[in-house]
């Protein structure tokens, strides 16, 4: 499907500006990858020759992509093994710390990532024209991948049709628009449930602040 179809409502009438003009090193090729609401996005032809600055973005993706989690998330998953084994809360129980490594082992085991994730490898692969190709700048990623989920109709749709150099660094199995689907909304409903387990079992008002943060997140992606 076209990406110039998935758009949700008319974009904001923008200033015509001219095309970019990037200084480019030999042997790296820049190409358009696909608009969404009137905005070009662009990638790399060989996704291999990352600039340094995006490759080690990508690289910090990837880490939490083979986790199944947020960098954040795995933080909380570990403090609150931490607090349970440590008796903080008057003692430990054995149950809880059990219940918190099955649920670190069922999102090793998940088949796709969860959607959250999916966007930002799209927001390290993927630059407009105001982007340095070499410069990743995690601020405007957050505004420009927000805008995506403004204007991307089916999301599902999005991730199985971006262009083939994205698809070369994407460790996506080969999965169909409707399974993807189907993985998303089970990995959302299995996150949720995680989260408010976690909430119900700590006792540390810090974390529980952060853990609501994540769990508004899943309800706001679902």
Same mark, same amino acid.
């Given at each position: 499907?076209?990406?110039?179809?998935?758009?949700?409502?008319?974009?904001?009438?923008?200033?015509?500006?001219?095309?970019?003009?990037?200084?480019?090193?030999?042997?790296?090729?820049?190409?358009?990858?696909?608009?969404?609401?009137?905005?070009?996005?662009?990638?790399?032809?060989?996704?291999?020759?990352?600039?340094?600055?995006?490759?080690?973005?990508?690289?910090?993706?990837?880490?939490?992509?083979?986790?199944?989690?947020?960098?954040?998330?795995?933080?909380?998953?570990?403090?609150?093994?931490?607090?349970?084994? %440590?008796?903080?809360?008057?003692?430990? /129980?054995?149950?809880?710390?059990?219940?918190?490594? #099955?649920?670190? $082992?069922?999102? !090793? +085991?998940?088949?796709?990532?969860?959607?959250?994730?999916?966007?930002?490898?799209?927001?390290?692969?993927?630059?407009?024209? %105001?982007?340095?190709?070499?410069?990743? /700048?995690?601020?405007?990623?957050?505004?420009?991948? #927000?805008?995506? $989920?403004?204007? !991307? +109709?089916?999301?599902?749709?999005?991730?199985?049709?971006?262009?083939?150099?994205?698809?070369?660094?994407?460790?996506?199995?080969?999965?169909?628009?409707?399974?993807?689907?189907?993985?998303?909304?089970?990995?959302?409903?299995?996150?949720? $449930?995680?989260?408010?387990?976690?909430?119900?079992?700590?006792?540390?008002?810090?974390?529980?602040?952060?853990?609501?943060?994540?769990?508004?997140?899943?309800?706001?992606?679902?």
């Amino acid at each position: 499907m076209n990406l110039l179809n998935l758009r949700k409502k008319k974009p904001v009438e923008q200033e015509k500006k001219k095309g970019p003009t990037w200084q480019i090193n030999e042997g790296c090729v820049i190409v358009p990858a696909f608009v969404i609401a009137d905005v070009q996005y662009y990638c790399l032809e060989d996704a291999y020759k990352t600039f340094t600055e995006r490759g080690f973005q990508a690289l910090a993706v990837y880490e939490e992509w083979n986790n199944r989690m947020t960098h954040n998330m795995l933080k909380e998953f570990i403090n609150e093994i931490s607090d349970q084994v %440590s008796g903080r809360s008057g003692q430990v /129980d054995l149950n809880n710390v059990y219940s918190l490594v #099955q649920m670190v $082992k069922e999102r !090793v +085991e998940w088949p796709v990532p969860t959607t959250e994730l999916l966007w930002k490898m799209a927001g390290v692969a993927f630059f407009d024209e %105001s982007e340095s190709p070499y410069v990743y /700048d995690e601020k405007y990623a957050r505004k420009k991948i #927000q805008f995506w $989920k403004d204007n !991307v +109709e089916d999301r599902e749709v999005f991730f199985c049709s971006v262009p083939l150099p994205l698809r070369a660094i994407f460790p996506l199995p080969n999965i169909s628009v409707e399974d993807l689907k189907l993985c998303e909304q089970v990995i959302s409903k299995a996150t949720e $449930k995680q989260l408010e387990s976690i909430i119900g079992m700590t006792s540390n008002q810090v974390l529980k602040s952060l853990l609501s943060q994540e769990l508004k997140l899943a309800h706001d992606i679902m």
